[in-house]
């Protein structure tokens, strides 16, 4: 069965860290890029972050750059995103997908998913910061 299935969310007060994983099953991850994407309280969806087939490249959202990282172990199937110094209004669903390439920098730079293609999307595991 073609999935992914993201782990790792967790309750955490602001300042803190959290590492949240994608697992693929069912297909190679190595043949797409990988994103992560968040949904906020108010339904608002976003994109976070994106890394490249290879690892080589990646890029985020300007509201997590320099307080997320992404990364992937093709071998193994999955994906990270490592988020530090945490704040209330990182509260999310977050959930991973692959497509075909990362969305130009300026478009994920303020969250936009335009010339991602997504393949396959995960459901989401929830992060919540207390303030």
């Known amino acids: 069965q073609v999935q992914l299935v993201e782990s790792g969310g967790a309750l955490v007060q602001t300042g803190g860290s959290l590492k949240i994983s994608c697992a693929a099953s069912?297909?190679?991850?190595?043949?797409?890029?990988v994103a992560w994407f968040r949904q906020l309280p108010n339904l608002e969806r976003e994109a976070v972050s994106c890394?490249?087939?290879?690892?080589?490249?990646?890029d985020y959202a300007g509201s997590v750059k320099g307080r997320f990282a992404i990364s992937r172990d093709n071998g193994r199937h999955m994906a990270y995103l490592q988020m530090n110094s945490l704040k209330p209004e990182d509260t999310a669903l977050y959930f991973c997908?692959?497509?075909?390439?990362?969305?130009?920098?300026?478009?994920?730079?303020?969250?936009?998913?335009?010339?991602?293609?997504?393949?396959?999307w995960g459901r989401g595991t929830q992060v919540t910061v207390s303030s």
């Open positions: 069912g297909f190679s991850l190595a043949y797409y890029t």
């Open positions: 890394i490249e087939k290879n690892g080589a490249n990646a």
């Open positions: 997908a692959v497509g075909e390439r990362c969305p130009p920098p300026a478009v994920l730079r303020v969250g936009g998913v335009r010339g991602f293609g997504g393949r396959v």
